[in-house]
């Protein structure tokens, strides 16, 4: 018998696996979930308010399951679930350092990488924006 997890790295993660594994973990999703379903990245964004409204009360068991759900998002994802991590979580975590701090802390490694990567590349936009 394979574990899930076994099954999950044989397979990309597609956009009806990205909400089964989300809604599973946070049923509370499910009505937002389904209200946009086959948009991924409002998906990903009520995924991203869940996450926002753990930190801004203070309860940081929901933020650490958040961030252990969105780490195979990021790397079993197809390109599309991929793209909206990115886009639609990474690039909306709060960036303020005491806050930032933490969530590093709470991250794999890999969902760290990423997040360094996609701060990385905003801001060289802006770079270039200012010079131009």
Known sequence: MRSRLGEMAEAEI??????ELVTTAFPQLLEGF??????????MA????LTISGINDGDWATVQR???????????????????VYVSYLEGLPRDEDVRTQIN???SPQLR????????????????????
């Open 14 to 19: 597609d956009a009806q696996r990205f909400a």
């Open 34 to 43: 389904r209200e946009w379903q086959g948009f991924v990245h409002l998906q």
């Open 46 to 49: 009520e995924f991203l308010d």
């Open 66 to 84: 958040c961030l252990q759900v969105a780490d195979p998002l990021l790397r079993l994802g197809n390109d599309s679930i991929r793209n909206a």
């Open 105 to 107: 802390e709470m991250m």
């Open 113 to 132: 990488q990423g997040w360094t990567d996609i701060l990385a590349y905003l801001a060289d936009l802006l770079r270039r924006e200012n010079i131009q």
